[in-house]
């Protein structure tokens, strides 16, 4: 890995979560509201090596776009959580 993109990635971990965060705009150029560092630090150390050596090919765009289109998504929970959830709220 190039010695200024390591640098980079290591001056991450000392941000705040607002610097993260404006550091997410300028990667990435929407904004984020999370709060969770950590996530944060992955997401935007993700960007930095993808912009440096290139992200995913056409072809693994593509699969990825096939293999979510023929997930089998819930779009409700199943009747045993929602039963918890009725208990508990």
Known sequence: MNLDITKEISSLKCM???EL????????GESNKSNN??????????RI????YGDLSERAKERAQ???NDANL??????????ITRICG
């Open 16 to 18: 705040s979560a607002s």
């Open 21 to 28: 965060r404006a550091k997410h705009l300028e990667v990435f």
């Open 37 to 46: 560092r950590a996530y944060l630090i992955k997401r935007i150390a993700w």
């Open 49 to 52: 090596q993808a912009n440096a």
């Open 66 to 68: 096939l293999l979510a």
């Open 74 to 83: 819930r779009t409700t929970a199943p009747k045993k959580f929602r039963h």
